[in-house]
């Protein structure tokens, strides 16, 4: 498997059309990370981007004989996941909009009802990341968005450089940022103190 490595995806193409299935793992472990890499940064969903790129492998594993022997598998594993990740925001798209019309259909009390329900589940959501902060840096944070504390306040109150209180503010919002998968409206919340 190791001189496997050394041959250029071309190469391994062609072996793997002959029937070599260790030059297609070598394939799928050259390329999958990368293309999840890339879907996760085109549709911010972690869960989304794994699954799309191993429908990408499975696709291209099902034409294995029937794929052009000048098929450059780089290029094919790419657009093939570009047309996906088209594919999953137009589907996130008829959903946003089949979702706001019956929305739109839907008595003004059981939306103020079902606003209420999604905001108490979505300050218990952020409240639970918190909680998983690191114990200085969860109190520096809530220090600073609960109390409302300057950085030099919360310094002061837990006997700690001004220098440091930024340091683990950065550090939360960093580790917050990545628990809440970058979805804006989360970390809007967070940042301005909504969850409280």
């Known amino acids: 498997m190791t001189q496997y490595a050394n041959y250029n995806d071309p190469h391994l193409f062609a072996l793997w059309q002959q029937g070599d299935e260790r030059a297609f793992n070598v394939l799928y472990g050259r390329h999958f990370i990368r293309l999840v890499n890339l879907a996760y940064k085109k549709t911010g969903n972690v869960a989304a981007a794994e699954e799309l790129a191993q429908d990408v492998f499975l696709s291209f594993h099902r034409q294995q004989y029937t794929l052009r022997a000048d098929t450059v598998p780089e290029n094919y594993l790419f657009i093939s996941l570009k047309n996906r990740i088209l594919n999953y925001h137009r589907q996130l798209l008829a959903q946003l909009r089949k979702d706001q019309a019956l929305w739109q259909d839907t008595p003004f009390q059981t939306k103020e009802v079902n606003r209420q329900l ?79």
């Open 118 to 196: 999604e905001e108490k589940e979505l300050q218990r959501y952020i409240r639970a990341r918190i909680a998983e902060l690191p114990p200085q840096c969860r109190a520096v944070f809530l220090l600073s968005r609960e109390d409302q504390l300057s950085n030099k306040e919360v310094a002061e109150r837990l006997n700690i450089s001004v220098n440091t209180v930024e340091q683990h503010m950065r550090k939360a919002l960093r580790i917050l940022r990545a628990a809440l998968g970058n979805d804006l409206a989360l970390l809007m919340a967070v940042l301005a103190g909504l969850y409280a």
